[in-house]
Structure formats: structure tokens, C-alpha cells
């Protein structure tokens, strides 16, 4: 796992600046007389510190207006960044060598830009950063995986090459989320939950001292590969599915894709559904072996294959992992039921799904997880783009027919039957979600 790029969290992880931050919020609350401001203070930090300040406005009443709050809230802080904070050690000389390996660093911060750069450069560290990302201006919060996105994208590598270096667990599980390897900065007096970050960071530091470029490249990034099995009346074979169920960490039966399942004599890690397309000797067989069932009533308003998923989900976040999901015998039988199905990936498309049955697989490209996919090694191959989203957008190379941002409507046949003509093509989504099918033979 590559190194090419890394972004830095500043309070926490850069300057050790959280019990000023703290300070700082919790004696404008208790100000304003606010009750219990410690609590009110942290169950709020997730928020970028505007929104914090509009929040207080709004929902305790307190300042003249969000923005009188956040000025206030400004003036105090900035006086206490140069007074009271210090970098972590270590922090200068591991940007320096990062820097001296061709690795450009970006900050993604909660507080906004112009007070960012003057506690960078008051610090002496603003030279080490290519760009500075206000969370406010390229997504949701940090509890949200939006920004870690962004700003991967901003930085230009892939998600797997991109380190994410942050203090809150919130966002080390978002960053883990969206598929980043992270370092999660753990200190003895800021409270921070030791055990939540063992579970999802890549590494725990308690100082940049010691730490290397080198030392991350050789550490690998917690991703649980999820196989989901449908119960499509037209499944694919089992011996295609017996391979890829043998290639993931966990497999979940979707009802009736208990009994593709048990064909294959495949593991079956779970099951979730409502029985009503699976058979008796199926379920039989999955009590035998001891598979823990979660059984539904038939009159839901959510579909077994939309209960898998979730189920795949919790296990992800149980294990502290990004969720990569492939999803088989789903596609066969009624076209009604197929088109839920690319509904339902599109739905998922943060968690890089692929349908994978056994005369194609198609990918579903977004930039909110895989944007892009390289072929390799298969010239002469049919390939289909199909737009699944609104204001989809589309790049194709080493293909007969090339497309360069081409925006496209939502199931529009501008992509279909393509021929591959390069070993290493690729198609990209730009922007919007699109369904990418390479046929097999």
C-alpha cells in the first residue's frame, strides 16, 4: 500500500489545541448561562465551528445572532492559538519528511480557512501544505465521509494511496469508511476513546516520534471484503459462486440465495431474510451448520436483499473495516426486480459494489466511492456504461468509441456496447453514479 498523499486534521492531530478549543466553547456557553456547557460542548463537536455557533443561536437562544456568536467565539480563539498551543511532537520533522519524499499534504479541517492558515503559520507550518480545506465548504461533517472525499479527490490519488491523519473518532471511522488507511493521533488528556480507535484506525500513534513514511507503506488498510447472495430464479452457477464466496471475509444469504449457497456448499457466514423464497432443506441445512438467522416477516417494507446489505454494514462497522461489497445471483429472472437491484447498488454506491454473475460484471462508479476502473488484459471485450443517477458524467479510455466527461441521462444508451481496444482502458464517473458492465468470453 503506496503512500502518494496525506491529509491532516489541524486541532489534535497537528497542534495540540483540543482543551483550548474546549476552553474556549465551553466559557462562551457558560457566558451565556447555559446549563451543563461540558455536555452541551460535546455532543456538538462534530459540527464545524460556524454551524456550532448557528446552532447555539438557534436552539439555546444565546448572542444576538449565529454570526455575533462565532465572532465572539473567533476573537478568543485566535488569541489562545498563539498563547496556549504548540505543535505535537514530532509533527514538523514527519511533514518535512513526507515532503521529502514527493508527498503533498493537505489540512481538512472544522475551522474555517483564514483562522486555520494564521495557527499553521504562527506554528511555522503552513509551508508544508498544498491546500487547506475548510469541512464547511467541501461536504457534511466529519461524522459524514463526504469530506474525506472531497479532499482525496482534491489531493488527486486513490482512496488506498490517501492517509488520513485525525484526533476525533468520528471522523477516523468516516475516513475508514469512505476506504482510507488513517492514523489516528491518541493523546492522555483529551478523553478520546482508546479502544474505538484500535478497532478502526490503521495505527494508533500517541506521537509523531519514531513514526516513517516507510513504517505505513507496510501496513494494510482494514477493508472486509462482503458477498451477498440473492435469491434470483436465474442464479449463476455454483461454481462461480463457490470462487467468489471462497474470496470474501463474509457471506450473507439473502433468503433464497440460501440455497445457491448450499449447491455451492459454499460458508455461509449469515443469513437475512423472510423465508419465504428459500427452501425448508435449505434453512435446515444452514441450522445444521450453526449460520446465525435473521428472520423477517413477510409484510416489510424493506427487501431481503436491502436487509443483507445493512446486515453486511454492522458487520463492517463491528470489525472496524471499510465495507466492500459484491453482490451475485441478482440479476436473472424479471427485469422489475433487476432494475431494484441497480437502485438498490446505486443506493450503496459509498461502499464500491460490484454485481459479479456468471456472463459479466458490472460495477457501480461514483465518486462518493470507486469513480474508477481500470481494465487490464482484456481487449476485444463488449463494455456498457449506463447512467443511474442524475448528472452522471462519464470518461472513457482505450475503448473503440472514447467519451471525455460526456454527461449523460439517467439510463441513457450513449454508453452501450462499447468494444475494449487498449489492455489497460479505464471508464471514470465524473460525477453521478453510473452501472459499468464488462461481459465475460
Known amino acids: 500500500m503506496a503512500l502518494r498523499g496525506a491529509i491532516f486534521d489541524c486541532d489534535g492531530t497537528l497542534l495540540d489545541s483540543m482543551p483550548m478549543w474546549t476552553e474556549q466553547c465551553v466559557g462562551l456557553l457558560e457566558r451565556y448561562g447555559v446549563h451543563d456547557a461540558q455536555k452541551v460542548f460535546e455532543e456538538h463537536e462534530s459540527l464545524d465551528m460556524d454551524k456550532k455557533c448557528f446552532w447555539y443561536h438557534e436552539n439555546l437562544g444565546i448572542g444576538k445572532s449565529g454570526e455575533a456568536l462565532l465572532d465572539e467565539l473567533w476573537e478568543s480563539v485566535r488569541a489562545a492559538y498563539r498563547r496556549d498551543v504548540r505543535p505535537y511532537e514530532g509533527a514538523r520533522e514527519f511533514l518535512e519528511e513526507l515532503r521529502s519524499c514527493g508527498v503533498p499534504c493537505i489540512t481538512l479541517s472544522s475551522t474555517p480557512t483564514s483562522l486555520l492558515r494564521e495557527a499553521l503559520e504562527d506554528h511555522d507550518l503552513l509551508e508544508y501544505f498544498d491546500d487547506l480545506l475548510f469541512v464547511g465548504d467541501v461536504g457534511r461533517g466529519k461524522e459524514y465521509s463526504d469530506c474525506y472525499l472531497a479532499a482525496c479527490r482534491k489531493l488527486g490519488f486513490a482512496k488506498e494511496d490517501t492517509w488520513v491523519f485525525e484526533d476525533a473518532p468520528f471522523g477516523v471511522r468516516s475516513a475508514v469508511r469512505a476506504g482510507m488507511p488513517t492514523v489516528a493521533i491518541l493523546n492522555d488528556h483529551d478523553g478520546r476513546d482508546e479502544g ?12 509523531y516520534v519514531g513514526l516513517s513514511a516507510r513504517d505505513l507503506e507496510a501496513l494494510s488498510p482494514r477493508v472486509m471484503d462482503a458477498l451477498v447472495v440473492a435469491g434470483s430464479p436465474e442464479p449463476s452457477s455454483s461454481a462461480h459462486v463457490s470462487a467468489i464466496a471462497k474470496q470474501a471475509d463474509f457471506v450473507v444469504a439473502a433468503d433464497g440465495g440460501l440455497d445457491v449457497l448450499q449447491r455451492a456448499n459454499a460458508t455461509v457466514n449469515a443469513y437475512c431474510g423472510d423465508k419465504d423464497s428459500g427452501s425448508a432443506e435449505a434453512i435446515a441445512w444452514a441450522l445444521q451448520h450453526g449460520v446465525p438467522m435473521d428472520v423477517y416477516p413477510t ?41 431494484g437491484v441497480y437502485g438498490t447498488l446505486a443506493a450503496n454506491a459509498d461502499v464500491c459494489p460490484t454485481l459479479s454473475e456468471d456472463s459479466f460484471e458490472c460495477k457501480v462508479l461514483s465518486p462518493l ?26 470518461t472513457e479510455m482505450g475503448m ?14 450513449r454508453g452501450v456496447s462499447n468494444v475494449v481496444e487498449d489492455d489497460r482502458a ?4 465524473d460525477s453521478g453514479t453510473a452501472a459499468v458492465f ?4
Do not use: Y
Open 369 to 394: 466511492g470507486q469513480d474508477t476502473w481500470s481494465i487490464e488484459g482484456r481487449a476485444g471485450a463488449t463494455l456498457s456504461v449506463i447512467p443511474i443517477d442524475a448528472n452522471t458524467s462519464v
Open 299 to 339: 409484510a416489510k417494507d424493506c427487501p431481503d436483499l436491502e436487509l443483507a446489505i445493512l446486515l453486511a454494514r454492522d458487520e463492517a462497522d463491528n470489525r472496524g473495516a471499510a465495507l466492500r461489497l459484491t453482490l451475485t445471483c441478482a440479476s436473472g429472472g424479471r427485469a422489475d426486480h433487476a432494475l
Open 400 to 413: 473503440v468509441w472514447n467519451l471525455d466527461h460526456e454527461a449523460m441521462g439517467v439510463l441513457a444508451p
Open 196 to 207: 474505538f480507535m484500535h478497532k478502526w484506525a490503521t495505527l494508533v500513534c500517541k506521537t
Open 438 to 441: 464488462l461481459h465475460r468470453g
Open 426 to 429: 479505464l471508464v471514470r464517473c
